[in-house]
C-alpha cells in the first residue's frame, strides 16, 4: 500500500445514552505525512458540527503538516413538527366544494361524492372498484368496511382500490411552499389503516419524490420500502427521511399503492405531511474529540499488504460437489438447499474474471476442466470436483440461464423485475456480501429499495431453485 496515498476511515461510535447529550470520548489515531484521511462516525443525526467548520458527517484531509491536531465533532437532531409542514390539505379536513375534487392533490383514481349515504355508491356503480371519498367513517360509506375513523381531526381519504397506482400526489403548483434546498433534510410521512376484514391482497404502498435535477430534467425516487398493509384496521404510521441532492423549485411527491389485485386492496390516508427537519428546534446528541497524530513515515520501511487467502484448489480424493450440465453450453451448481450464496467459476486452474454466477457458459464452447469455488451461508469456502464438460451430469432441472434480472445493474429508485422462463416464481431472497438476508419477497416478481450495493438473489420456484447477482448503484 502506498503510503502517500493512504485513506484511513476512523470510524467512531457514540453510544446511545438517556440523557439530552452523550460523550463518546477521544478517539486518537497515528497516520503518515501527506496521507489522506476520512473522520466519520457510526452514530447518524440531523446536523453535524465540526471545530474545522464543516457541517457535513464526514470530512476528508490530507495531512500535510507533521504534528499533533485536535478535530470535534457535534450530532444534533432536530424535530420537525407539524407547523413546519409544507403541504396543504394533507389531512384532507377541507371539504370539497360540490362535486368538485378536494384541492391540494390530485389521484390516479376517481373521486367520488356517492359515499355520504350507505350503499348509495354500490347501488349506482354496481360496485366498481378505482374511486376515493373523503369520508366521516369508512363503515358508513359502505357496510362491508370495519370502522375505521379519522386518525385525526373530522375527515379522511378511503381509497376503493382495484389496481396499483398514485393514491395521492401533491406538486408545487397545489402547494406553492413545496420546494427542496440542497442537503436539506425531510420528512415525508402519513397515517394509513386497512378497512378490510380479508387480508389476502392488501395494498402495498410506496414513498415517491420527483424534482428537477440540475441539467433542469425531472427525476422520479422510490424512498424506503414498501409497506403492505395489515393485518387491524388500525392507524400506522410511515416514515422516510430524504436528503435533498438539488435545490428544486417544483417538487411531486407521492404515495402509490403497487397491488394491483382487484379486490381487498383498499386502504385510508390521513394526516400526510412533508417536513423540513431543519425547519425544527435543534437538540444536541453527542460530542466527541479525534485526535490525529500526523508522523514522517519516509525513513521507514513500508510494511507490505499480506497476501490474499487463496481460494481453496479441487481435490480429487475429497470432493464430493460437481457442476451439472445443461443443454450443450452451459455448467451450473444445485443450490436447491441455499447452501451458497456466491460463486467464482475457473478453467484449467485460472480464475474466470467475472464468472461469479450459480452457471457458467462460454460461446465459444466449454473446452477445458472447470470447477467453482463455493461460499457457504458461514462464508467458509469450498470447492467442486473439477470436470470437463462432456464429464458432468446432465440435468433436467432449473436452468439458471433462463432468469432474467432488469434492469441489471439498476439505480436504487428504480423497481427490479424478476422472470425466471417456464416457471412460476415462489419467493426470493435477497442476501448482501456477507451473506445476511436483507429481504424477502413472496409471490411476485418486483424488487424495490435496494440501497446501493451488490446482492445474490435466491430465488425459488416450483422447479426449484437459482441464485442470481444483482447490483444497486
Not at 366521516?136 to 386518525?151: E, G, I, L
Not at 414498501?226 to 384496521?233: I, M, Q
Not at 470436470?387 to 432441472?397: D, K, M, Y
Not at 434492469?407 to 416464481?425: K, L, Q, R, T
Request: aromatic content about 12%; glycine content about 8%.
Amino acid at each position: 500500500m502506498n503510503r502517500n496515498t493512504l485513506i484511513f476511515l476512523a470510524s467512531i461510535f457514540i453510544a446511545s445514552m438517556m440523557s439530552a447529550l452523550s460523550f463518546a470520548g477521544t478517539t486518537e489515531m497515528t497516520v503518515c505525512k501527506d496521507s489522506t484521511i476520512t473522520l466519520s462516525a457510526a452514530t447518524k443525526g440531523d446536523v453535524y458540527s465540526w471545530s474545522s467548520g464543516s457541517s457535513t458527517d464526514s470530512i476528508t484531509l490530507t495531512m500535510h503538516v507533521v504534528g499533533d491536531f485536535t478535530y470535534i465533532r457535534q450530532v444534533f437532531s432536530v424535530t420537525p413538527t407539524v407547523a413546519h409542514n409544507l403541504m396543504y390539505n394533507g389531512d384532507f379536513e377541507e371539504e370539497p366544494e360540490g362535486n368538485n375534487p378536494p384541492k391540494g392533490f390530485t389521484s390516479d383514481y376517481n373521486y367520488s361524492k356517492d359515499g355520504l349515504n350507505p350503499n348509495e355508491y354500490y347501488s349506482r356503480h354496481g360496485g366498481e372498484s378505482n374511486v376515493f371519498f373523503i369520508t366521516q367513517s369508512a363503515k358508513y360509506t359502505w357496510h362491508d368496511f370495519a370502522n375505521v375513523y379519522p386518525h385525526g381531526g373530522t375527515y379522511f381519504a378511503l381509497f376503493d382500490a382495484g389496481k396499483s397506482g398514485y393514491a395521492w400526489k401533491a406538486t408545487t403548483t397545489d402547494n406553492p411552499q413545496l420546494k427542496i434546498i440542497k442537503d436539506s433534510i425531510y420528512v415525508f410521512s402519513y397515517y394509513a389503516a386497512h378497512p378490510n376484514s380479508n387480508m389476502n391482497h392488501p395494498a402495498r404502498l410506496q414513498f415517491t419524490i420527483a424534482y428537477r435535477d440540475q441539467n433542469g430534467n425531472m427525476k422520479t425516487e422510490l424512498l424506503g420500502t414498501e409497506y403492505r398493509l395489515g393485518p387491524d384496521n388500525n392507524w400506522h404510521e410511515q416514515q422516510v427521511r430524504f436528503t435533498a441532492p438539488v435545490t428544486s423549485d417544483y417538487v411531486e411527491i407521492g404515495v402509490r399503492d403497487n397491488e394491483s389485485s382487484s379486490g381487498e386492496n383498499d386502504f385510508a390516508l390521513d394526516d400526510i405531511c412533508f417536513q423540513g427537519v431543519t425547519a425544527g428546534e435543534k437538540e444536541i446528541l453527542a460530542s466527541d474529540t479525534i485526535i490525529v497524530h500526523v508522523k514522517d513515515c519516509q525513513d521507514e520501511d513500508p510494511t507490505p499488504d499480506p497476501d490474499p487467502t487463496p481460494d481453496p484448489q479441487p481435490d480429487p480424493q475429497t470432493c464430493d460437489i460437481k457442476p451439472l450440465a445443461k443443454w450443450n453450453n452451459l455448467l451450473f451448481i444445485d443450490n436447491g438447499k441455499d447452501l451458497y450464496i456466491a460463486y467464482q467459476w475457473y478453467k484449467n486452474g485460472k480464475i474466470i474474471e467475472g464468472a461469479t454466477e450459480q452457471f457458467y457458459t462460454d460461446p465459444n464452447g466449454l473446452d477445458g476442466k472447470y470447477y467453482a469455488v463455493l461460499t457457504l451461508q458461514s462464508g467458509e469456502k469450498i470447492t467442486t470436483c473439477e470436470i470437463s464438460f462432456s464429464e458432468a451430469t446432465r440435468s433436467a432441472t432449473l436452468n439458471p440461464g433462463d432468469v432474467q434480472v432488469s434492469p441489471n445493474p439498476a439505480p436504487s429508485y428504480v423497481p427490479i423485475h424478476v422472470e425466471v422462463e417456464g416457471n412460476e416464481i415462489i419467493d426470493i431472497r435477497v442476501y448482501n456480501i456477507v451473506g445476511q438476508q436483507v429481504m424477502y419477497v413472496a409471490g411476485q416478481q418486483i424488487l424495490s429499495g435496494l440501497p446501493h450495493g451488490i446482492y445474490s438473489l435466491k430465488i425459488n420456484t416450483n422447479n426449484g431453485s437459482v441464485s442470481k447477482k444483482i447490483i444497486i448503484e
